[in-house]
């Protein structure tokens, strides 16, 4: 049987990565992609045969194209696309910066929207095929030091939710991933308590048990999303309160 191909962007480290070492223990054949070439080659060079670099800056359309067409030729085809490539840059106020926004918007945002735009159309031409776009629950709500972030991450789950209809009419399975906290070297960043936090194999096991199922959004660690989802609920002068008391902001 022919092995299984999936392209994940942000495979060199953090979930990416973690998902990518997963799924070839699965028996799928990884195409990566990340803007660090050299970790992409280690890689390829410890998971020979199984793991294929395609170096991508994702804020580049053409390029994002390009990999596509090269991963269905030389791999010999396509059957799961992951956009898993992302970073953060906390906001507070009184270093407010048009240039952070437009970064993360950039990279968080349009570098999905860059990939879609090329693995699409052959999904839909075919029939087939499988897309899953990593969000957060960051986009669930406002949280502080997060308006840069968080706004990208909530405009990533606006989308998917639009989109499904029209992936599902055309045969294209569509998730939406939102992760809380997992221990990466964007959240060794952090300067406050991370509740739930996750090492990412762990987030990597649930992340892939979820592409394997039915369900549309896949959360975990689900205890953390569904506080989250709660919390949004309530009347914002006691969601401001429990935010405040919960990170002292």
């Known amino acids: ?5 999936v392209w994940i962007t942000g495979a060199s480290s953090g979930i ?7 799924m070839m223990r699965d ?3 990884v195409a990566g992609s990340a803007r660090s070439a050299g970790a992409l080659a280690d890689l390829a ?3 020979e045969a199984r793991f294929f670099a395609y170096p991508l800056d994702v804020t580049d359309a053409d ?5 596509v067409t090269r991963i269905r030729e030389e791999r010999g085809g396509l059957d799961m696309a992951v956009f898993a490539a992302g970073t953060h840059k906390p906001v507070e106020v009184e270093d407010f910066r048009i240039e952070t926004f437009r970064d993360l918007i950039d990279i968080n945002l349009m570098g999905v929207v860059n990939c879609l735009a090329a693995v699409t159309p052959g999904f839909i031409e075919g029939r087939r095929g499988h897309v899953a776009v990593v969000s957060s629950v ?3 709500g406002g949280l502080p030091t997060a308006s ?6 909530a405009a990533l789950i606006n989308m998917t939710e639009a989109l499904k209809p029209d992936f599902d009419r055309n045969g294209v399975k569509l998730q939406l991933v939102c992760p809380g906290f997992v221990r990466t070297p964007l959240t060794d960043r952090n300067p406050f308590p991370m509740p739930f936090l996750m090492e990412p ?5 649930a992340f892939y048990r979820g592409l394997r199922s039915d369900r549309f959004e896949i959360t975990f660690p689900r205890i953390f999303a569904i506080i989250l989802r709660c919390l949004n609920a309530l009347p914002y002068s006691l969601y401001f309160r429990l935010v405040k008391r919960g990170t002292g902001k």
């Open 45 to 47: 060079a410890k998971h």
């Open 201 to 205: 194999e762990d987030a990597a096991e």
């Open 16 to 22: 990416g990565l973690a998902l990518a070492e997963r």
């Open 1 to 5: 049987m022919t092995s299984r191909c």
């Open 148 to 153: 840069a972030y968080g706004a990208t991450k």
């Open 63 to 67: 390029a994002a194209a390009f990999a």
């Open 138 to 140: 960051a986009g669930y």
């Open 27 to 29: 028996g799928w054949i």
